[in-house]
């Protein structure tokens, strides 16, 4: 089992920046990908940014909008998972979630098993 619980997330303005937590205990996540998504009101979950547990490789969406101005990374000693953002946008108001699953590289909500409860980022005009 891996748990995760993320933070920092809140209400700004536009033009801020955030950074977004992820703590992971449990098992080993060695040969885990890690990843952020993020989820609106009435629209479905969506991937924003992953990275691979072992050797650390980035991977983000295609949307140039949002790659521009996120990064994710990670401490595995302290076993946090980050998600820096900037420019923050109205558009960027979601959910934030913190996700790890076994399969390399994926973008699908479907192959990550486990989740946290989310972050809530919401971004005024």
């Known amino acids: 089992q891996v748990q995760l619980v993320e933070s920092g997330g809140g209400l700004v303005q536009a033009g801020d920046s955030l950074r977004l937590s992820c703590r992971v205990s449990g098992r080993t996540l060695s040969g885990h990908t890690m990843a952020w998504f993020r989820q609106a009101p009435g629209n479905e979950r969506e991937f924003v940014a992953g990275?691979?547990?072992?050797?650390?490789?980035?991977?983000?969406t295609d949307s140039l909008k949002v790659k521009e101005r996120f990064t994710i990374s990670y401490d595995t000693a302290e076993k946090m998972v980050y998600l820096q953002a900037d420019a923050l946008a109205p558009e960027d108001t979601a959910d934030y979630y913190c996700?790890?699953?076994?399969?390399?590289?994926?973008?699908?909500?479907?192959?990550?098993?486990?989740w946290g409860q989310g972050t809530q980022v919401t971004v005024s005009s």
């Open positions: 996700a790890a699953s076994r399969s390399y590289g994926s973008r699908r909500v479907e192959e990550y098993r486990y």
């Open positions: 990275i691979g547990w072992n050797a650390g490789t980035t991977f983000y």
